[in-house]
């Protein structure tokens, strides 16, 4: 194996010492915008109370770490995430593959997941209470609806979009729609899969906050609920709070 030339390991030197400074300078903004938010609080120039201080959540994330009940609500946001992240990804790929392989499909049901798309999700979640329960799988089920129309939509975009001259090569070649699929389609829409799968998982997170508002005994969307209506740090399922 040759050694790298000396302009390669300039180029090498060059990304790497970029790399650090990026990092250094992000870490550095966010203390200074913790120290901002501190100092604020501190000067009463911002209200304690309403915005609270990085000390105070500190505060409260040590107590409620000390007794566990952070890693139980956490957990079971991560979780909901987690299940409904793999139902938006694994709907929306095939769904979107039926549309791309059925034209008819395809032009009679863009216009419904166009509205379903834009429609106000967190308006259909007290609609999923009474459908389905006050239960996970409500939380579940308005986690996927935030997410998964506008996922079939991009990638079904992006379907229609492959190279159309790799398909003609495979179609010359006696290939069936299977074959494009499989050789042409799916490989060349990696990078698209890979980039909406990284909105869906924010957006199922998102999803999954706005069910454990209305829908929820555990959770970091039912901490939220609980503390607005309180207005401490008393959580639940230990009945301590923060001074």
Same mark, same amino acid.
């Given at each position: ?72 609500h956490v957990g079971v946001t991560l979780w909901e995430t987690l ?14 593959v039926a549309l791309w392989a059925s034209r008819s499909l395809s032009?009679? +049901?863009? #216009?419904?997941? $166009?509205? @379903? ?9 007290? *609609?999923?209470? =009474? ?53 042409? +389609?799916? #490989?060349?829409? $990696?990078? @698209? ?9 924010? *957006?199922?997170? =998102? ?37």
């Amino acid at each position: 194996m040759t050694e790298p030339s000396l302009s390669q390991q300039e180029f090498i030197e060059r990304e790497r010492y970029h790399r650090n400074k990026v990092r250094i300078c992000r870490i550095m903004l966010l203390v200074l915008l913790l120290a901002l938010w501190e100092l604020c609080a501190s000067l009463h120039m911002i209200d304690a109370f309403i915005f609270s201080s990085p000390r105070r959540i500190g505060s409260c994330f040590i107590k409620m770490a000390a007794d566990g009940s952070i890693f139980l609500h956490v957990g079971v946001t991560l979780w909901e995430t987690l299940v409904s992240f793999f139902l938006v990804v694994t709907v929306g790929v095939a769904a979107a593959v039926a549309l791309w392989a059925s034209r008819s499909l395809s032009e009679i +049901l863009e #216009p419904y997941l $166009v509205m @379903l798309n834009s429609l106000p999700k967190s308006a259909l979640a007290p *609609l999923l209470i =009474v459908w389905l329960g006050n239960n996970m799988r409500t939380i579940i089920v308005a986690a996927v609806s935030v997410a998964v129309f506008g996922s079939i939509l991009t990638l079904h975009t992006g379907f229609m979009q492959t190279d159309p001259d790799k398909i003609r090569l495979i179609q010359s070649l006696g290939g069936t729609k299977k074959d494009i699929l499989l050789k042409v +389609l799916i #490989p060349s829409s $990696v990078p @698209l899969i890979i980039s909406n799968m990284k909105v869906n998982v924010g *957006l199922c997170l =998102v999803g999954v906050i706005i069910g454990e508002f209305l829908s929820a005994k555990a959770g970091l969307g039912y901490l939220i609920i609980y503390a607005s209506q309180v207005f401490t740090c008393e959580y639940p399922l230990t009945g301590k709070t923060m001074d």
